[in-house]
């Protein structure tokens, strides 16, 4: 059976090297369905939501690593995200219809990157990293190189129906660990976009790298799930304060809004905006959430 959502760690136990595969149907699927755009705009949203599945899994924290990325160019903003358990969302707005160019034509000249890590126990990180790159893939192993100090080797694809990716990155801890990594980035430069597309994680390891002895470790699912929800949106709400609230129910009788990541609409009224302002707690969902 094809391997689909899910993934996998492994590691070259004689070598001071690691690595991880991804691959994301289902809730690539489901992610792209309230995104517009032509195919190479949602090619790069696939290949971003797959590349913050490979970062997420490189780190140890509980919370969600964000991708940003953004321009004055025809595309003005790609956002990927993926929590430590692999839930993934993501969004991209910009001219819908763009033919296929490099990064940083698409995203114009002072386009940048930024990185964010939100952890549950500690401060967030976030790192701001230019666009030094024609694909994702590049533009993260500078920042790697640069931020990390760690060589880091990356292969993303996405089609209609597929988002995948393949992480390569040194261990230093081992003696050998450059020699290592110099043979091991050589034969993992022969890998093809239709093979991440079709193999499973242990075929491409096998084509790859079939002499030396490498673990892979269980699968982990990754899902579309997005982290929206009335309560979140009534304590946005809330810190606007009553003046604001007012004046726009003034205007309008409702106040709505709109989710880019899953399409849900929240709807909250004059006795709802009131009940937020009075409590200073959040409502819980109710009818007036539409999807």
Known sequence: MKQQDILRRFIFEALGVRGEWVRLEHSWQRAKL????????????GEALAAVVLMSA?????????????GNGALKTLVA???????????IRGDQTI?????????????????????ETAEPYQG??????????????????????????LWLFANETQAVGLLLQELPSQGTYKEDWARIEILANTVTEQE???????????????EDKVTVFEAEPVN????CSRQKIAQTLY?????????????????EVHCEFCGSHYVFDKVDVERILVAGAPLSDSPTTRH
Do not use: W
Request: overall charge negative; charged content about 20%.
């Open 34 to 45: 309230h995104q517009q755009g032509a195919l190479c705009v949602q090619q790069l949203l």
């Open 58 to 70: 490189t780190i140890k924290f509980k919370g969600s690593l964000i991708m940003q990325v953004q």
């Open 81 to 91: 995200q993926s929590t430590d358990e692999h839930n993934i969302r993501g969004l």
């Open 99 to 119: 033919k296929k160019a490099v990064l940083t034509e698409l995203f114009g000249k002072d386009g940048y990157m930024v990185l964010t890590i939100e952890s």
């Open 128 to 153: 701001i990293v230019p666009l030094a790159g024609n694909t994702i893939a590049e533009v993260l192993q500078s920042y790697f190189v640069q931020s990390e100090q760690l060589q880091t080797r």
């Open 196 to 210: 991440l597309m079709e193999l499973s994680c242990e075929d491409i390891l096998y084509r790859l790298f079939n």
């Open 224 to 227: 579309f799930v997005c982290s």
């Open 239 to 255: 810190s606007m304060g009553r003046t604001e609230l007012e004046g726009i129910l003034a205007e309008r009788e409702l106040i």
